[in-house]
């Protein structure tokens, strides 16, 4: 049987507001401050943070052919120096649409780069939020808080 590895980045029991608060850069604390309350309202989910800077929603459980496995948020978002990145689980691929309507964003495999909230359609990023969780739950139906 494989061993479960297990991530670096977990759950913490941190509090939230208190990360939030301590943001230095006051625009990207007022940023994820709005962050916050969409992703609550487009999950559902109560946030934790994961490690020291991850703003999560939601968790499932993976496991990869070569056997890894562990627990990851289903989305989430971290305040970068110089950028708000929104993690958007299971992959970018299934957001194409989403993404050509949210504006001047980069993106990595499940990650959007957004210098600022004011230049992307908030709506949008909330559909695309909303998206991932059904995703998400179509590959694993164990999705919880």
Avoid at 1 to 15: C, L, W
Avoid at 30 to 40: E, G, I, N, P, T
Wanted: net charge positive.
């Amino acid at each position: 049987m494989a061993k479960k590895t297990g991530n670096k980045t977990v759950p913490t029991g941190a509090s939230v507001k208190a990360f939030i608060d301590g943001i230095p850069d006051e625009a990207q604390r007022k940023d994820a401050r709005v962050l916050l309350a969409l992703m609550r309202r487009a999950t559902g989910f109560t946030p934790k943070m994961w490690g020291t800077s991850i703003v999560a929603f939601g968790q499932y459980h993976y496991k990869y052919a070569s056997g890894r496995e562990g627990d990851w948020c289903v989305t989430g978002f971290s305040p970068r120096k110089g950028t708000l990145t929104v993690y958007i689980m299971p992959g970018l691929h299934l957001q194409q649409g989403n993404l050509k309507k949210l504006g001047p964003v980069k993106t990595g495999k499940s990650c959007v780069y957004i210098r600022r909230l004011s230049d992307i359609h908030l709506p949008t990023l909330a559909k695309m939020v909303k998206q991932s969780l059904v995703d998400m739950r179509k590959l694993s139906p164990r999705v919880g808080v």
